[in-house]
């Protein structure tokens, strides 16, 4: 069983480089909104062109609008 507090961590759409990625899905860097990257749950975000970022998670529907 999940712990309360595992599961707020996977609702969690915001993420510094270095983090682990707490649910698998599309990705993109504060830095450049348009490059979106698929990430494994508790993958490590890497930085973004060599400098560290915000990542936000995004949804399929944000991504091809």
């Known amino acids: 069983m999940k712990s309360i507090a595992l599961l707020r ?3 969690t759409r ?8 707490p649910a698998s ?4 860097p504060d830095s450049d909104p348009d490059a979106v ?11 973004h062109d060599g400098v560290p970022t ?11 609008a």
């Open 25 to 28: 899905g599309l990705w993109s």
């Open 9 to 11: 961590e996977r609702a």
């Open 37 to 47: 990257q698929v990430f494994a749950e508790g993958h490590i975000l890497p930085a």
């Open 14 to 21: 915001v993420m510094p480089t270095g983090s682990h990625c």
């Open 54 to 64: 915000v990542w936000r998670r995004r949804t399929a529907a944000e991504v091809s």
